[in-house]
């Protein structure tokens, strides 16, 4: 009995904790705010085999000077690796561009064909194993290469912008919102990207090196006593905010509107004021403005279909396990919103 009621004790905290975190967030970078992830320079040094994977929404006209999602520079501030978005001179508009300098020290542009810059949700990924390059937008290969590098301990890291030049570091800042940002210590192939980008990670996956989920304070609200971005795959190796005004609805955690289940959907205004909630739940749920509603469609965690739900002011999943949902929201004009729900 004792064992029972520990365990018991042990699953009622255990949903307590989730449930006091946000689980629908993403982190808007706006302005000159980044964030400084020196600290996983030791978990990523020298990899022969890897995959860096996160989602995206901007707007191309915010992001004309080689903005920069994810950067690795040396301590000289020259440039080792950019994930990137296109420049001027890049000979094409938009896209997702991935900058090396491979160990004869030659520059190398692995450059993309996919539209990513149109306010809206997409995935990249980049994947490197025995000098084979390749970069995945929206879980379609996109790009390929052949380039020899690692990743160096003394190296800098840092995501929204790089380290270029030295008197003055700060440089590509990017302008737009990011979610789920991974590296794995294995190069991922096409179908584990594509069934694994629609994953929400505890952490603690085999491979996973590093993980900001970004799930941290209000969206949209004053989170100005966060001091750190948690790295849910390493606690040792967390972030730091620089620049960001942690307050309102931009350089802030903002509500999520990248859905992993939905590539490509352009955010409409008819439903930016929907709400659903109480969210944890137990099982009931209040819909807000159901008269703007066509469908609901319930999914697991999975992606697998578990409800289509009658549209009404009420839903009631209190049939469903406990675990993550995604509740897919079409508005009557063909809009879209997914929404990530807690069922305790």
């Not at 994947?127 to 290969?141: I, K, M």
């Not at 603690?204 to 799930?215: A, K, P, R, S």
């Not at 609901?296 to 009658?310: E, F, H, P, S, Y």
Request: aromatic share 10%; hydrophobic share 35%; net charge negative.
């Amino acid at each position: 009995m004792r064992n029972l009621l520990l365990s018991a004790l042990a699953f009622a905290l255990t949903i307590q904790s989730t449930s006091a975190q946000n689980i629908n967030n993403a982190l808007n970078f706006e302005n000159e705010s980044y964030i400084n992830i020196n600290s996983i320079s030791s978990s990523v040094q020298n990899l022969n085999a890897f995959t860096i994977e996160f989602w995206v929404n901007f707007s191309a006209q915010d992001n004309t000077d080689y903005n920069c999602f994810y950067g690795v520079n040396p301590g000289d501030y020259t440039n080792r690796f950019n994930f990137r978005f296109a420049g001027p001179q890049d000979n094409i508009s938009d896209a997702a561009v991935v900058f090396i300098e491979d160990q004869n020290g030659n520059q190398n542009w692995i450059i993309g064909n996919t539209t990513i810059g149109n306010n809206r949700c997409h995935h990249l990924a980049f994947t490197f194993q025995n000098s084979a390059c390749s970069l995945y937008v929206d879980g379609q290969l996109d790009a390929t290469g052949t380039h020899n590098f690692a990743f160096k301990p003394e190296d800098l890291h840092s995501l929204g912008q790089e380290f270029d030049p030295a008197t003055n570091p700060v440089s590509q800042l990017y302008n737009g919102e990011m979610d789920d940002f991974r590296i794995w210590n294995y190069a991922k192939t096409q179908n584990q990207i594509i069934n694994g980008k629609n994953m929400e990670l505890a952490g603690t996956e085999q491979g996973l090196l590093v993980y900001f989920d970004f799930n941290q304070g209000n969206p949209n609200g004053n989170n100005t006593n966060i001091s750190t971005l948690v790295n849910k795959a390493n606690a040792s190796q967390s972030g730091s905010f620089n620049s960001f005004s942690l307050n309102g609805n931009s350089s802030n955690f903002v509500s999520g509107e990248c859905n992993n289940l939905h590539v490509g959907i352009e955010k409409e205004e008819d439903l930016k004021s929907l709400n659903i909630g109480p969210n944890p739940t137990t099982g009931k749920i209040n819909i807000s403005n159901p008269e703007t509603i066509s469908a609901i469609t319930v999914r697991d965690n999975l992606g697998k279909i578990v409800l289509n739900a009658k549209v009404n002011s009420l839903i009631d999943i209190s049939h469903l396990s406990q675990g993550i949902y995604f509740f897919e929201i079409t508005g009557k004009k063909g809009e879209f919103k997914n929404i990530k729900v807690l069922k305790k």
